[in-house]
């Protein structure tokens, strides 16, 4: 609420806007997402790379997909690693800024999935806010928490790959996340089903 | 912008018919409008009559099981794995689907929108006829595993194909009857009857049928005098007439007549009484379909001229036990026709490498062992045999076992295609160990019985259960008497018994099943060692002690017993039942996975069940007590 009132009067980039008029309708898609990232700390550190796969009619939509590399020059220098993984890599790469606004344009109103999906949205909401943006509006789900739902399950953290085998997902070589996005896209599916999700 | 994703599915896809025809980039292009479907297990993807679907399906990981259903009863008509495109119809047709696709564990299907792939199926000829092939395939057996891949499923709607797929359950009968009308007088009707030696006319009025005249009518009603034989033929036939769909089984004929008590069947396009007559179905013909079809299968064997013909009867005969064990015939049925089968195949096969190799320069016999010798194989499970030849002169020898080595080899050549792995303990007549002269065999057989575990502590006792499939009688005449005259020696009994003995429990102290621990079958039940072995073992140690000659099937060894040895009569009985009941679990198990059933899910078995193999496991210990006190078993030797 106090967010709010103090955001009144800002005046927003012009995808911010778009973005936040998508909001008027529910959203029957689900949007996967995956961050690399150099940790969890949102103050600290930084995002990698975003890859995110959108889930719609209970199918996985290939075609209907994002991923982004985005080349943290200045933090790379800051805490002296090597930058050669990053400019070696052939995808697409852009500045955060670029990276994030595309990003925001592709998730429109959907509901994000991931593991662990409250970590994705904090390095995001600081992204965001250092474009003068608000925080992201969309509802999540949290694969790990729907898991322990499933199953009554105590308290207790699942990586992701015990979740993958547990669900007997089959195996991609996961190197990307866009491949972590798929690979939890699948997941999703299984979980959804099982939950009756809809 | 790239996607990986699609680069990922693309790498996948480039490995199977017909998307290897493609080019990399149009398959990436193909990906990236793929949407990916998880099933869970038994989860239908479509069904018969579902209205077409916009997408075509490939099969990522897991299995799809395409069925359609005939007579209420589920017919397999193929199994998708991993690369297998199904859901064709949606290119060439327009009526609803016809089978019903379901998965059969979890799996990932990729949906592939036609209006996608449309454009690449005009423009490149290749994959056009192969989605036609596929769609319309014509292969007389869609198990085929040579056709892997390169066939698919939507091939129902051909009539030959419908035929074939419902072989053992469909009625071959009369399509083209006597048609007569209503106003024919019943002595010309009796005419056309007798020259086209139909034993029935059906009665036609605007093209539907009205009545039937039979043999039967003509007895009961003309020739007693009641009606003359001017009279019109509407006045006499039987009426209504009972009429049937076109795709009605042996089963069903069967009851409605009796329901109805008739002895013909008219069968119209729909099934009633108001549309077209397609044929009329007599008793002959459910006699016919009732007697002939294991027999058909002999006489295909024998017709057959290469493994994969030899493969596809014993693919149908896996059919035939599959819905003889789904109407529940007694086991030892399935088994008498089974090993039958069996037997031709393997005759077959030898005979198919004599043909090969030229005629052999000496007699001899090709013996069964093992399961295919006790004539109890149901399942593909591994071929045991061995290779006697008569004695020839010395000099002759080498050239003479050399050829049926070559022999031996070429024929288990042949059955591993027909789909029987060898023996992995090397049991088979190709191995030079186990292809001898007779006086060797019969030396073979009196060192195992006079000092058995002194050469080699692995004699095996599936030896013991030999029975002739090729060749000379007489050999297998001399080897039983060598058996028999050496059958009171207790040194042998001894090991055999300890051998039989020694077999790892079933149920654990607080008589719970003993699951295997570790390795691939992990949490299974292995039936096969744990279960059915002691009581083979067992039956064959008192059977041989007993001297009961020429039979070697466990069931009969223990009903033999149990006549000869009255005693223990009962617990022979009970062990006859016990091995019955047990070897059926495993042939369900099997069937259902498609392998020799040996590690049983019990998860997947009802309470009831288990609570039946449990019970089954009893009679075991009263055996064992039974060959302790009849041998004087050193239990530790």
Not at chain 1, 169 to 187: C, H, Q, W
Not at chain 2, 311 to 325: H, Y
Not at chain 2, 457 to 484: C, H, R, T, W, Y
Not at chain 2, 533 to 552: E, H, K, V
Request: proline share 4%; net charge negative; hydrophobic share 40%.
């Amino acid at each position: 609420m106090l967010d709010w009132l103090k955001n009144i009067n800002r005046e927003y980039p012009g995808f911010w806007k778009q973005y936040l008029q998508k909001f008027e309708h529910r959203s029957k898609r689900f949007v996967i997402i995956s961050l690399e990232n150099s940790g969890q700390n949102p103050d600290k550190d930084v995002i990698f790379s975003i890859g995110a796969i959108a889930v719609t009619e209970n199918s996985v939509s290939i075609g209907d997909e994002f991923e982004v590399i985005i080349p943290q020059y200045k933090y790379l220098h800051d805490n002296d690693i090597s930058n050669e993984f990053i400019i070696e890599s052939k995808l697409e790469k852009q500045s955060e800024p670029e990276a994030i606004e595309a990003f925001i344009d592709y998730i429109g109103n959907a509901v994000l999935v991931g593991h662990r999906i409250h970590f994705d949205i904090d390095l995001i909401n600081m992204a965001l806010s250092k474009l003068q943006c608000g925080r992201l509006k969309n509802e999540a789900l949290d694969i790990e928490i729907m898991h322990r739902k499933l199953n009554d399950l105590p308290e207790k953290p699942f990586p992701l790959d015990e979740l993958l085998r547990h669900y007997k997902v089959p195996g991609t070589a996961r190197i990307s996340a866009a491949d972590d996005a798929y690979s939890n896209a699948l997941l999703f599916l299984k979980l959804k089903s099982k939950l009756g999700i809809n | 912008m790239r996607n990986s994703i699609a680069d990922r599915i693309a790498e996948f896809l480039k490995d199977f018919p017909p998307f290897n025809k493609l080019s990399f980039d149009d398959l990436v292009k193909i990906a990236s409008e793929i949407r990916v479907v998880s099933l869970e297990k038994n989860q239908t993807l479509f069904k018969t009559n579902d209205q077409l679907h916009s997408s075509f399906y490939v099969v990522a990981s897991g299995m799809v099981n395409l069925t359609v259903i005939a007579d209420a009863e589920e017919t397999l008509l193929h199994k998708c794995i991993p690369g297998d495109i199904f859901g064709l119809r949606p290119f060439f047709a327009r009526n609803n689907y016809m089978m019903t696709a379901k998965a059969r564990e979890e799996s990932l299907i990729y949906a592939i929108p036609i209006s996608i792939f449309r454009p690449y199926v005009a423009q490149n000829q290749e994959v056009l006829n192969f989605l036609l092939e596929s769609f319309a395939a014509t292969s007389r057996n869609p198990l085929d595993q040579d056709l892997r891949g390169n066939l698919v499923s939507d091939s129902i709607s051909l009539p030959e194909q419908k035929q074939e797929m419902q072989f053992f359950q469909s009625l071959n009968y009369n399509k083209n009857p006597l048609r007569v009308s209503s106003a024919q007088l019943t002595q010309e009707v009796a005419t056309l009857m007798t020259e086209n030696l139909f034993d029935s006319a059906i009665v036609v009025q605007n093209s539907f049928p009205v009545g039937i005249l039979t043999d039967s009518d003509l007895r009961s009603k003309i020739a007693t005098g009641r009606y003359p034989i001017s009279i019109a033929v509407d006045r006499v036939m039987s009426a209504p007439v009972i009429t049937v769909g076109e795709n009605i089984s042996l089963a069903e004929a069967q009851l409605l007549m009796l329901k109805n008590n008739v002895s013909h069947l008219c069968v119209t396009a729909d099934g009633t009484d108001r549309s077209e007559i397609k044929g009329v179905i007599s008793q002959h013909d459910l006699i016919v379909a009732q007697a002939s079809n294991p027999g058909v299968l002999v006489k295909e064997i024998k017709r057959s001229h290469s493994a994969k013909e030899l493969r596809q009867v014993r693919e149908k005969m896996g059919e035939i036990i599959r819905s003889s064990m789904s109407k529940n015939i007694p086991l030892t049925h399935i088994c008498n026709i089974a090993s039958e089968i069996n037997m031709a195949l393997i005759k077959r096969s030898v005979e198919l490498s004599i043909l090969d190799l030229g005629s052999p320069p000496a007699r001899f016999a090709w013996m069964s062992i093992g399961s295919q010798g006790r004539r109890e194989q149901l399942l593909y499970t591994d071929q045991d045999s061995f290779l006697v030849f008569e004695d020839v002169a010395p000099e002759k020898y080498r050239e003479v076992k050399d050829y049926f080595l070559k022999l031996a080899k070429r024929a288990v050549g042949v059955l591993e295609k027909i789909g029987y792995a060898p023996c992995p303990n090397g049991h088979v007549a190709g191995n030079p160990q186990w292809c001898h002269s007779l006086s060797d065999w019969t030396k073979q057989f009196e060192s195992w019985m006079n000092a058995p575990g002194e050469k080699s502590n692995q004699i095996s006792s599936i030896f013991f259960d030999f029975e002739i499939a090729f060749g000379e009688p007489k050999m297998e005449e001399i080897l039983l008497d060598a058996v028999f005259r050496n059958n009171r020696k207790n040194s042998f009994f001894d090991y055999l018994g300890n051998d039989a003995l020694r077999k790892p429990a079933a149920l654990s102290f607080f008589k719970k099943f003993q699951l295997e621990e570790e390795g691939e079958f992990r949490d299974k039940f292995d039936i096969k060692l744990r279960a059915i072995m002691p009581l083979i073992d067992g039956a064959r140690l008192i059977s041989i002690a007993q001297g009961i000659r020429g039979i070697t099937n466990t069931h009969m060894r223990f009903k033999q017993l149990a006549m000869s040895d009255t005693k223990h009569s009962e617990t022979y009985l009970s062990c006859a039942e016990a091995f019955l009941l047990l070897s059926k679990y495993r042939t369900l198990e099997g069937l259902k996975n498609d392998n020799d059933g040996r590690y049983v899910n019990l998860d997947e078995l009802s309470r009831t069940d288990r609570e039946k193999i449990k019970f089954a496991l009893e009679p075991m210990e009263e055996l064992h007590e039974v060959i302790k006190s009849k041998f004087r078993l050193t239990q530790f030797s």
